[in-house]
T-cell receptor, first 110, second 110 residues
Framework: DGGITQSPKYLFRKEGQNVTLSCEQNLNHDAMYWYRQDPGQGLRLIYYSQIVNDFQKGDIAEGYSVSREKKESFPLTVTSAQKNPTAFYLC?????????FGSGTRLTVV | AQRVTQPEKLLSVFKGAPVELKCNYSYSGSPELFWYVQYSRQRLQLLLRHISRESIKGFTADLNKGETSFHLKKPFAQEEDSAMYYCAPILTGGGNKLTFGTGTQLKVEL
């Protein structure tokens, strides 16, 4: 069935390591987004991509990188430059204004 | 600066009581406004969109351009309404990026 899949559900990272979060959709949506969710701060936009091979920085892009080589996939790399990476990460895709969200990845730095 | 404000972090009401979740926005253009909901252990999902003027699960939201508000209302709260609610504007012509408020946790007590 159609949807958006994020993996893994839980991820533990040692300080100083880069880690990549996966986001795949089979909805044929052009646009994809990465949000970070922290308690009391709502969702903040990290990166977004409106079309393959193009992406834009969101409000909190520092310490993150993305790629959009395929329409279906929009992986997010949390680099060692991200000072406070422990958070819940949500991926979304959209056609027009309707967003579909993944189930999220909880990243913990240990 | 573009901004969306949800002043209440937590709203607790009794079952059967009216509910109003507040949302104020400050946008220079003409935003389209949405309410998203996240039930416990479920994905973030669209509740309603102002342009459709629908009533979903008994909730309605009226866009008040004079007060720049988009409050979510329901006349009689149900236990299953307990969830996290996010107000989210999109600035038309701004790349369809959703900007989320900090969210309001609604708790409906018996």
């Amino acid at each position: 069935d159609g949807g958006i899949t994020q993996s893994p559900k839980y991820l533990f990272r040692k300080e100083g390591q880069n880690v990549t979060l996966s986001c795949e959709q089979n909805l044929n949506h052009d646009a994809m987004y990465w949000y970070r969710q922290d308690p009391g701060q709502g969702l903040r936009l990290i990166y977004y991509s409106q079309i393959v091979n193009d992406f834009q920085k969101g409000d909190i892009a520092e310490g993150y990188s993305v790629s959009r080589e395929k329409k279906e996939s929009f992986p997010l790399t949390v680099t060692s430059a991200q000072k406070n990476p422990t958070a819940f990460y949500l991926c979304a895709s959209s056609l027009d204004y309707g967003y579909t969200f993944g189930s999220g990845t909880r990243l913990t730095v240990v | 600066a573009q901004r969306v404000t949800q002043p209440e972090k937590l709203l607790s009401v009794f079952k059967g009581a009216p509910v109003e979740l507040k949302c104020n926005y400050s946008y220079s253009g003409s935003p389209e406004l949405f309410w998203y909901v996240q039930y416990s252990r479920q994905r973030l999902q669209l509740l309603l969109r102002h342009i459709s003027r629908e009533s979903i699960k008994g909730f309605t939201a009226d866009l008040n351009k004079g007060e720049t508000s988009f409050h979510l209302k329901k006349p009689f709260a149900q236990e299953e309404d307990s969830a996290m609610y996010y107000c989210a504007p999109i600035l038309t012509g701004g790349g369809n990026k959703l900007t989320f408020g900090t969210g309001t946790q609604l708790k409906v007590e018996l």
